[in-house]
């Protein structure tokens, strides 16, 4: 009996009961599989015993929640940002882009995981749970790459200057098609037979195999891990690197300067532009290491998976799982918090969901939903 049911806990002890002294007896996590689904089932699952069907009911409970904020926010910052002028530049289709694959992904792995956690195991069937996988991965490769063009965007504004070349509608959606590309030919390369996706060990969600000992399969993660994690990060954070040196050296020769000219600071538009810049370029990181703080433990289960450094537990797969899906939420909330032009629409689209004052004055988003430009203000 489902926990998201009947009251079940009182139900599920007096079932597992056991015999001969054990508590669970015989039974196992994977006894509420399917039988078309066992071939999928990796040996090593049968030792576990089942999960209390409370774990069940808090995982479908909070991924259900998570599901509805992230389809609602992300659906309106692609609204937004599509139906707003003045949010329709070169950089913020990289943003729209970002939100519309966290819209997808909550839309495809939600409504289905929730349905499994009230089942208390995987009952959609071996196709569904080979696509759940590769959406996931699709979507969260998607993700993290759009991340890091972002990042190179503020990189190519902040560091270069004036002599960048400016990014184009065109460029941003060249782009936004290379990775789609990418991330098409990582996340179906296990439905052709290098790796595979199969039941986690919680049996109400589906990822990679890394409990295969097969080098083969092996492989595929070690290699997916470099261009869909640490490659992105290290481009994150060398962008980010030389942004702070950017500004910090800009800053502090604004301070000399004023000092030169015995005033206590330089206002002008150049000096504001770089300010704003710098604050923003921080909530761009607190994105990304949100983005990395979701997706790490999925690495780190793998890697342990395939170095067999330790025991993984199916309650450990639960946690994976609903770090994942909360990454899909953090967009949008910081949008709405740190995006001064994106909270003006928000207000006049959906004037009950703004909060305190939208303090569009003075800034005006010229660049990303992570970043805003500062334009010069008319003389009195």
Known sequence: MSVLGEPSYAAWTAQHAGVSGSFFGNLTVVDKVPPEMLHMVDAYWYQFPPLNPLWHGILGLMVGILGVISIIGNGMVVYIFASTKSLRSPSNILVMNLAFSDFLMMVTMSPAMVINCYCETWVLGPLMCELYGMFGSLFGCTSIWTMTMIALDRYNVIVKGLSAQPLTSKGALLRLLLVWLFAVIWTIA???????????????????????????????????SVFVYFLPLFTIIYSYWFIVQAVAAHERNMREQAKK????????????????????????????????????????????????????????????????????VYNPIVYGISHPKYRQA???????????????????????????????KPSA
């Open 346 to 376: 928000l207000q006049k689209k959906f004037p009950s969901l703004v909060c305190g004052n939208t303090g569009g004055d003075d800034t005006t988003s010229t660049a990303s939903g992570v970043t805003t430009a500062i334009e010069d």
């Open 190 to 224: 296990p439905m052709f037979g290098w790796n595979r996706y199969v039941p986690e060990g919680n049996m109400t969600a589906c990822g990679t195999d890394y409990l295969n000992k097969d080098w083969v399969s092996r492989s595929y993660i070690l290699v997916y």
């Open 261 to 328: 000219m015995n005033v206590a600071s330089l206002r002008s538009s150049e000096a504001s532009q770089t300010s704003a810049e710098c604050k923003l370029a921080k909530v761009a990181l607190m994105t990304i290491a949100l983005w990395f703080f979701a997706w790490t433990p999925y690495l780190v289960t793998n890697y342990t998976g395939i170095f067999e450094g330790a025991k993984i537990s199916p309650l450990a797969t639960i946690w994976c799982s609903l770090f994942a899906k909360a990454n899909a």
